[in-house]
């Protein structure tokens, strides 16, 4: 079965720190799909990024940096010098391999930056 | 990018009336569309999948009857809540796909916020 754990509820920091949000999943499937997505106040969901379960390679966007370990299952989300604007509710999700059925989603971290 | 709407983003309704809420796709054909529920400080938990011109596929636990489907083309998905109670109160968020694409990417609508009173 397919789940994802997002052991921190909250999180809060100062304005400029970095930030590392951790994502865990559980899945049987040889391919499958990894996502983060965004929740701000207004709730609609921000997709920032999808990788494949074969493409280990880090990457980053900017500000935003994610770390994929297919050893330990893990797809961990790095904020660099945060930003009042990236205070949301960020979701972990996973999806099978041809992503024809549901994405799993975690239970979120809400992520809170004090200017 | 691929655009979807829902309508109406807010809505409060007395408890035992049905309220309706509408998902767009509006630049692309959905042929998948998907409902979530999400409740306060909760996650998103998926309550039902639905192909175009076909019936809508529950998940566990989320009664049909209650909640309707309706996913009569390819840019237009319904929810109906029927006879709705205080504890049907939630986020709902629908999201489309385009099949035919091949990229399996669910585009999100930015949510209904409904409250029974």
């Known amino acids: 079965a397919q789940k994802v754990t997002q052991a921190q509820t909250e999180i809060s920091v100062v304005e400029k720190e970095d930030v590392t949000l951790d994502c865990v999943y559980e899945t049987r499937d040889t391919t499958y799909y990894l996502f983060w997505y965004k929740q701000p106040p207004s709730g609609e969901l921000v997709f920032l990024i999808r990788r494949n379960s074969f493409d280990e390679q880090n990457e980053i966007s900017g500000r935003y940096s994610w770390n994929f370990q297919k050893s330990t299952s893990s797809f961990n989300f790095t904020i660099t010098a945060s930003q009042v604007v990236d205070s949301a509710v960020y979701f972990c999700?996973?999806?099978?391999?041809?992503?024809?059925?549901?994405?799993?989603f975690g239970t979120g971290t809400r992520l809170t930056v004090i200017p | 990018g691929a655009v979807v709407s829902q309508h109406p983003s807010r809505v409060i309704c007395k408890s035992g009336t049905s309220v309706k809420i509408e998902c767009r796709s509006l630049d692309f054909q959905a042929t998948t569309m998907f409902w979530y529920r999400q409740f306060p400080k909760q996650s998103l938990m998926l309550m039902a999948t639905?192909?175009?011109?076909?019936?809508?596929?529950?998940e566990q636990g989320v009664e049909k009857d209650k909640f309707l489907i309706n996913h009569a083309s390819l840019t237009l998905s319904t929810l109906t809540v029927t006879s709705a109670h205080p504890e049907d109160s939630s986020f709902y968020i629908c999201?489309?796909?385009?099949?035919?694409?091949?990229?399996?990417?669910?585009?999100f609508g930015p949510g209904t916020r409904l409250t029974v009173t």
């Open positions: 999201s489309a796909r385009d099949d035919n694409l091949g990229d399996y990417e669910q585009y």
């Open positions: 639905s192909n175009e011109g076909s019936k809508a596929t529950y």
């Open positions: 999700a996973l999806s099978d391999q041809t992503g024809a059925n549901n994405l799993f």
